[in-house]
């Protein structure tokens, strides 16, 4: 199975993201005084079958479909997401934090929300505006679990194991393109080839980075003569003979 990237809220209107974070778990509620491990099958329609009575005994007066989505989620954090998929949550100031899914299910009584994962946080945060509109629009779904697998690229972006979307030089008359492997060295690489890159015709002014976000979006839309560039690295391995 391919990996998975979810965002997942930390208790309600995310109360509980300091908790999780400096303790390294994502948690739910949902079934209370309830240890569930190994009461997970992998099909979550048998879960659901088996649990709902128990959520709609504790939750009173809630109707049927209330209860198929919560027993739904339990069964997405604590069996369906697999160790190595990507979690995303937010904290209360509105900043994604990235992890890893590390371990299985754990049941912690102590908790107010007693079903755990373990969780390896990257050390890694992005402010919900710095992200994509797209990216933005999947993260704001209802729910406490929302599958954001189609954004795999910009979030391996961000945590750094990707390299984002670049300015690819393809002249043989400009220099190495590995130049762009640090972007301290842009400056650099430009100053050295000006000529040869895009930028060295009639251009009146342009913003180069490694990825759009709604501060040069809206710069963009005032200065309509500045041109945006995004840069891109590139990484071989060369086998070498001998």
Wanted: glycine share 8%; aromatic share 10%.
């Amino acid at each position: 199975m391919s990996k998975q990237y979810c965002r997942v809220m930390l208790g309600k209107g995310s109360a509980n993201a300091s908790d999780g974070i400096k303790g390294g778990f994502i948690a739910a509620g949902f079934l209370f005084d309830l240890d569930l491990t190994d009461k997970f099958p992998d099909e979550w329609r048998a879960f659901n079958k088996k649990f709902r009575p128990v959520w709609l005994e504790q939750n009173p007066g809630k109707s049927k479909v209330a209860a198929g989505l919560a027993c739904g989620m339990l069964h997405r954090i604590c069996r369906g997401l697999k160790e190595g998929d990507i979690v995303m949550s937010p904290d209360l100031n509105g900043d994604y934090h990235f992890g890893e899914i590390s371990g299985p299910y754990y049941y912690d009584p102590s908790y107010e929300l007693p079903h755990k994962r373990p969780v390896r946080w990257f050390d890694v945060t992005a402010h919900r505006n710095a992200l994509s509109h797209d990216l933005q629009m999947s993260i704001g779904s209802i729910g406490t679990v929302s599958t954001v697998t189609k954004h795999a690229e910009e979030i391996e972006a961000i945590i750094g194991n990707r390299a984002g979307p670049v300015l690819v030089a393809r002249d043989e008359t400009v220099e190495d393109p590995s130049v762009f492997a640090l972007e301290m060295h842009l400056e650099e690489f430009l100053v050295a080839n000006w000529p040869q890159t895009p930028l060295g015709k009639t251009v009146p002014g342009a913003i180069i980075a490694l990825e759009q976000d709604k501060r040069i979006e809206n710069a963009l839309k005032v200065a309509p003569n500045i041109d945006f560039y995004r840069y891109e690295v590139r990484f071989d391995l060369v086998k070498v003979a001998g």
